[in-house]
T-cell receptor
Framework: LAKTTQPISMDSYEGQEVNITCSHN???????ITWYQQFPSQGPRFIIQ???TKVTNEVASLFIPADRKSSTLSLPRVSLSDTAVYYC?????????????FGSGTRLQVQP | DADVTQTPRNRITKTGKRIMLECSQT?????MYWYRQDPGLGLRLIYY???????NKGEISDGYSVSRQAQAKFSLSLESAIPNQTALYFC???????????FGPGTRLTVL
């Protein structure tokens, strides 16, 4: 099971772009990369998922280099409401017999 | 109506008591999960179920048991609650494969 490493915390200001990098050196061929967002006292919420190169949706972009040993979640022009914990997960797209595990995540604090 | 519901939302109990937390979902998903989250930490997987007859232990199953009564219902029991089981408990669901997990609102459990 691929292990992920993220920074424990990050600080930013409103209007800035925030990039959170996740390291997953042991990622397997069938593994996808998924990011979740969690606000205090709420369950995590899916943000974005990708396999390689770049994925973009209305919330964020996900950049995955060719070796796939890391990935970067990019949040454009953050606001105070983006203050949350962000989790990077790596898992098999196959109907495998295991569940995903969440790490400790990255706590993003956005200042005015 | 919420797709994933948890009852109760808050519970205070005493050491040694048996507690059941319930989770229901209307998403029609086969897979259901129970996680616990301690203050300032990430989520840890307690048990997961890939279908009604398939239940698996997660990383911290000791002291817990589960029951999958139907596709839509997955209950978590603490047979004899202890103070270090005080935590926020989340139920989640997903479709087959490495799909997005949808989380319930959480149950805040305090064991005195």
């Amino acid at each position: 099971l691929a292990k992920t490493t993220q920074p424990i915390s990050m600080d930013s200001y409103e209007g800035q772009e925030v990039n959170i990098t996740c390291s997953h050196n042991n990622i397997a061929t069938n593994d996808y990369i998924t990011w979740y967002q969690q606000f205090p006292s709420q369950g995590p919420r899916f943000i974005i998922q990708g396999y390689k190169t770049k994925v973009t949706n209305e919330v964020a972009s996900l950049f995955i280099p060719a070796d796939r040993k890391s990935s970067t979640l990019s949040l454009p022009r953050v606001s105070l409401s983006d203050t949350a914990v962000y989790y990077c997960l790596v898992g098999d797209m196959d109907t495998g017999r295991r569940a995903l595990t969440f790490g400790s995540g990255t706590r993003l604090q956005v200042q005015p | 109506d919420a797709d994933v519901t948890q009852t109760p939302r808050n519970r205070i109990t005493k050491t040694g008591k048996r507690i059941m937390l319930e989770c229901s979902q209307t998403k029609g998903h086969d897979r259901m999960y129970w996680y616990r989250q301690d203050p300032g930490l990430g989520l840890r997987l307690i048990y997961y179920s890939f279908d009604v007859k398939d239940i698996n232990k997660g990383e911290i199953s000791d002291g817990y048991s589960v029951s999958r009564q139907a596709q839509a219902k997955f209950s978590l029991s603490l047979e004899s609650a202890i103070p270090n089981q005080t935590a926020l408990y989340f139920c989640a669901t997903s479709d087959s494969g490495f799909d997005t997990q949808y989380f319930g609102p959480g149950t805040r459990l305090t064991v005195l």
